[in-house]
């Protein structure tokens, strides 16, 4: 399957997401911050990178940005940001863009 790198630095959903990817086969790398994202994908080529907006030393957009410098990886861009400012900024940096407006501690997903 492929390989997918998470940045999120909180690690409740950092972990919900890396059980779901891995239930579908796929190998996933984490960062919790903007600068170990950018050191993993320049040491390991990735499929799809998840990308928090609001992670510690560079922000998501920055690191979209880097990123697109580096290769053309799909990148889903995770945000709880509901400015319209952001939603613009979402429109240049990513392909898909996921609003998060629920407390990530109460999800729930099966893990059969």
Not at 14 to 24: A, D, F, L, N, T
Not at 50 to 68: E, T, W
Request: hydrophobic residues 45%.
């Amino acid at each position: 399957m492929a390989d997918l790198l998470i940045v999120e630095d909180e690690k409740n959903m950092q972990e919900i997401i890396v059980q779901y990817m891995k239930r579908g086969g796929h190998t996933c790398f984490t960062a919790d911050d903007g600068i170990d994202a950018l050191m993993t994908l320049k040491n390991h080529p990735m499929d799809l990178m998840i990308l928090d907006i609001m992670i510690p030393n560079l922000d998501g957009f920055s690191v979209c940005k880097m990123a697109r410098e580096m290769s053309n990886l799909p990148i889903i861009m995770l945000t709880a940001k509901e400015s319209e400012y952001c939603r613009f900024c979402l429109l240049f940096c990513s392909q898909l863009i996921f609003q998060l407006s629920w407390d990530c501690s109460s999800a729930i997903f099966p893990m059969d």
